[in-house]
């Protein structure tokens, strides 16, 4: 039987909107200082291996994965970069520690998004280079088709996505990780500059710099260590095809079979049940309705009810994006996921102060690669 | 650790570019979309034998069996709107005046299609399930490339 495993030690470096003070370089050794005060643990002696999850032109450096192991302490140790989300390499991590090959872990992911003068650029190269990329559109007219067909066959409504920015804007005052925390009505939402119909300039995700580092360790050596433990019970990822030609449109099937895999670990038959919480992707505003579908937190059709009753209000049944989601603290890149950790594991501590949610003991972390990719991640997290 | 800097430029920074040029290999199944595109004015699709599915653009093998299939046919450049967006920013954030729709054409008699403009009709006039068809530049002036269609437009 391998080793359960656990996150002891996370940390981060403040997530705003320019960080012109700080090199990335230093913002990992930020939060990776915060990380290993959290746990306890010495990275020169203590951590077996490190996972960093960076991708190339959002650095603005190729072979970035050389350029990390110094800030981490992790010169001359094992260190690999996984190109996809943080919880991708939380998943590599827990899986190398239950092969038994290490027993301590670093994993690290970061946004400087600030220093990237062209980003939608970057994200228009990402695009099919023949037959997609010619028509120079801006990337996210892709999020418009996918958010026009989605309403379409869920029967959710624009008006509903409106209240998911509503909701998660409002979260994010109360969160002192978020950026972009502010008072706005659905008539604010709805009456924004249209953007890519029905996606109006308030149903984007902003971008912010930030990052984090967590330390994850084998339960043989969870009792030696200072970090509270928040254990990893299941994690699954899942990429579909890149090619818009035989994608679902309308449904988010990367993230249903990223959860079932999770799920089938984690022992979870009924999740709206057996979870308490959830920090899921709202890079746009309607992906929140569709992840709750697809994550079976709800039926089909159903997660906007399911917003309007108030099921996933910070005081609701199932709280949805406490933090304020991508929407309210910022859109991090290849790091998002593991603010979405962060975010679940000071819940499960009791850590969370102005945020905190009362009597949790499970929940989800849920991570989309953005636009184009159908690419997911979800991991379930507990307190014992 | 840190001081209360907002503006970058207030800060030594270094720009830089990163200028990369690619040629990219359309390959078999590409090269029969795109010669299809330029020589004949309609599409190409592949099919695979073992699940009876037609890829558009055509591929060389299938993604749910990994079978190889069959030769690309030409398709009719005709379909229905799948999805649409209207944009109003282009690809360096600035306003779109004119706006230009976008949309996802599943291609009749396929199960595959593309993403393409749609041109000779309203906003306000398209609509999920709207019948289209591609408008092709003249002959002379296609080179081998999605861009050889202009936009889709209604049919009739």
Sequence with gaps: ?384 | MREKLTNPEDVRTWPGTIPVEYVYTAGVAGEAYLRAIKERGCLAASTCPDCNIDYLPPRLYCERCFAKTDEPRDVAARGVVETFTVAHRDLDGRPLEPPVIYAFVRIAGTAGGLIHRLGDVEPGDVHIGLEVEAVFRPPAERVGSILDIEHFKPVG
């Design chain 1, 1 to 384: 039987m391998p080793e359960r495993v656990a996150i002891v030690g996370v940390g981060y470096s403040d997530v705003r909107s320019t960080t012109p003070g700080l090199s990335y370089k230093e913002m990992m050794y930020e939060a990776a200082v915060r990380a290993y005060a959290d746990a306890g643990v010495n990275p020169r002696k203590d951590v077996d291996s490190f996972i960093c999850v960076s991708e190339d032109f959002w650095e603005g450096t190729s072979i970035f994965d050389e350029y990390v192991p110094d800030q981490l302490g992790g010169a001359l140790r094992p260190v690999h970069t996984v190109t996809g989300d943080g919880i991708h390499a939380l998943a590599c991590a827990a899986m190398l520690i239950r092969t038994g090959r290490a027993r301590i872990v670093v994993v690290e992911g970061h946004s400087k998004h600030s220093d990237i003068r062209t980003p939608h650029h970057i994200h228009n190269f990402a695009f099919d280079p023949i037959y997609h990329r010619p028509l120079g559109a801006h990337p996210y007219h892709l999020a418009g088709l996918e958010m026009n067909r989605f309403l379409h066959v869920s029967g959710n409504t624009r008006e509903q996505c409106a209240l998911v920015v509503r909701k998660n804007l409002t979260n994010a005052l109360l969160n002192p990780r978020a950026v972009y925390g502010a008072e706005v009505s659905l008539e604010d939402v709805l009456g924004a500059p249209p953007a890519f119909t029905p996606l109006g300039e308030l149903d984007i995700a902003r971008p912010a710099d930030g990052g984090f580092v967590m330390v994850v360790a084998a339960e043989s050596v969870v009792d030696d260590l200072a970090g509270e433990p928040v254990w990893i019970t299941g994690y699954g990822w899942c990429t579909g095809a890149s090619a818009v030609d035989s994608r679902q449109w309308g449904e988010a099937v990367y993230a249903r079979l990223a959860a079932e895999q999770a799920y089938r670990m984690a022992g979870i038959t009924n999740p709206f049940q057996d979870l308490d919480f959830a920090e899921i992707d709202d890079s746009f505003s309607y992906k929140e309705l569709e992840h709750l579908e697809a994550l079976r937190l709800c039926r089909p059709g159903e997660a906007g009810t399911l917003l309007e009753e108030g099921v996933t209000l910070p005081s609701g049944e199932f709280p949805v994006n406490v933090s304020g989601g991508s929407l309210g603290v910022g859109h991090l890149l290849e790091a998002t996921g593991l603010h979405r950790v962060y975010e679940v594991v000071l819940q499960l501590r009791g850590q969370a102060g102005p945020i905190q949610l009362a009597e949790v003991e499970r929940g989800l972390a849920q991570s989309w690669r953005n636009l184009p990719t159908t690419t997911g991640c979800v991991i379930i997290l507990e307190r014992s």
